[in-house]
């Protein structure tokens, strides 16, 4: 199963720091996969909200997934520099 995901970027250059980030999410994401078989593929969605602080060097990491059965099942954030 592949889960669909998005990646909305705020403040963050998308040459730069997108690319690398994409690489290292995907290989995190495949693990969610043995997780969400009982899930319809097309019923399952991923939200990665990646902020960066306009005027200091901190970021911000937000996660939400959809899964049929619950709104949201899993939302987590992460701040730090």
């Known amino acids: 199963m592949r889960i669909c995901w998005n990646i909305v970027a705020k403040n963050i250059s998308p040459d730069n720091a997108r690319l690398p980030l994409e690489k290292?999410?995907?290989q995190k994401i495949a693990k969610?996969?043995?997780h969400l078989v009982r899930f319809p593929p097309d019923a399952v969605h991923l939200q990665i909200?990646?902020?960066k602080h306009p005027r200091?060097?901190?970021y911000l990491a937000s996660l939400t997934l959809r899964v049929p059965?619950?709104?949201e099942f899993c939302r987590i954030r992460e701040e730090g520099c």
């Open 24 to 26: 290292k999410l995907q």
């Open 32 to 34: 969610f996969d043995r």
């Open 49 to 51: 909200v990646l902020e």
């Open 56 to 58: 200091k060097d901190r």
């Open 69 to 71: 059965e619950h709104a």
